[in-house]
């Protein structure tokens, strides 16, 4: 997974935008990008949706419901988990305890439509809130369903005060970017995917493509977007190149060989376990052909 475009549910227009944009997962949105009065609709039409879209997925199909503490989470899940989402994206996640309570809920409404405990995962949204931050590091063994972490800033600076999440170049300022690496190791400690936060400059390619850049540098597998214009570049940051799969290959390679070596040779350049497991990581990100 590279790309994970955000799409309001209660518009079936972009809907079939993001079905033809490249994105290898949507998220249909019922939380920020849906008025108030629009909610249930939404919820109708991300289940006309996904029944829809059942048997033949080209995309992932995640479903960004309510957070937990707006009463809105129950109705969400009654008419949605019905549509077999991939996943729940979970926004104002705030750390392992709210995963296993979504899970819970989850585990109960499989049981009512007649599907295997464990089939809808979990993506908690980890940094919206300022308590949130202090709890990134509760995430590992919350639920076996969680499979990925992503980070926001917009709600997060709304809640600090801020004047703006980034300076006059583009960049986030250091609460976010503090944000940005707890969401990351949260990730890494768990044992699942980090996702990278959205650009919002969605006509600025230029600044997006520098932004996944620096992510993907840093360990993250993906970027979630908010236009489909952005996803060409996302999918091109993110897909491994044929150089860099080589040298992966050559290095697993080397150490199947010498299973009990703690540091091998290739072409006069030593690798350690640590060089094994970057390997194995990006292989496991390459799409069989």
């Known amino acids: 997974m590279r790309s994970y475009l955000f799409v309001p549910a209660d518009s079936e227009r972009k809907l079939a935008h993001g079905a033809g944009s490249g994105a290898d997962a949507l998220i249909l949105d019922l939380e920020d990008s ?7 609709g939404a919820r109708d039409t991300a289940l006309a949706y996904l029944k829809q879209h059942a048997s033949l997925r080209q995309q992932q199909l995640v479903v960004r419901i309510n957070a937990l503490d707006t009463g809105l989470t129950d109705a969400d899940l009654d008419v949605v988990v019905a549509g077999t989402p991939d996943a729940i994206l979970l926004p104002k996640a705030e750390g392992g305890a709210a995963v296993t309570h979504l899970d819970a809920k989850l585990t109960a409404r499989e049981a009512i439509h007649g599907l295997p405990d464990g089939t809808i995962k979990i ?13 990134c590091g509760t995430y590992r063994g919350s639920s076996p369903r969680l499979t990925g972490i992503t980070w926001g800033a917009e709600d997060l600076s709304a809640e600090l005060g801020a004047e703006t999440n980034r300076d006059e170049f583009g960049h986030f300022t250091s609460p976010y970017w503090l944000a940005r690496n707890l969401s990351l190791a949260a990730a890494a400690a768990a044992r699942v995917a980090a996702i990278d936060t959205v650009y919002a400059d969605f006509r600025n390619l230029d600044g997006l493509r520098e932004e996944a850049t620096e992510a993907r540098r840093d360990g993250f597998t993906a970027k979630m977007a908010i236009h489909p214009a952005q996803i060409a570049t996302i999918n091109e940051v993110f897909t491994p190149a044929p150089d860099e799969i080589e040298k992966a ?7 199947a060989q010498n299973p009990s070596a703690g540091v091998v040779a290739i072409d006069g350049v030593m690798y350690d376990r640590p060089h094994l497991t970057r390997a194995q990581r ?4 390459v799409k069989p052909a």
Do not use: G
């Open 282 to 285: 990006l292989l496991a990100r």
């Open 249 to 255: 290959q050559a290095v697993v390679a080397a150490f």
């Open 34 to 40: 849906v008025a108030a009065d629009r909610k249930a």
């Open 123 to 135: 993506l908690a949204l980890a940094t919206e809130t300022a308590s949130s931050l202090f709890l």
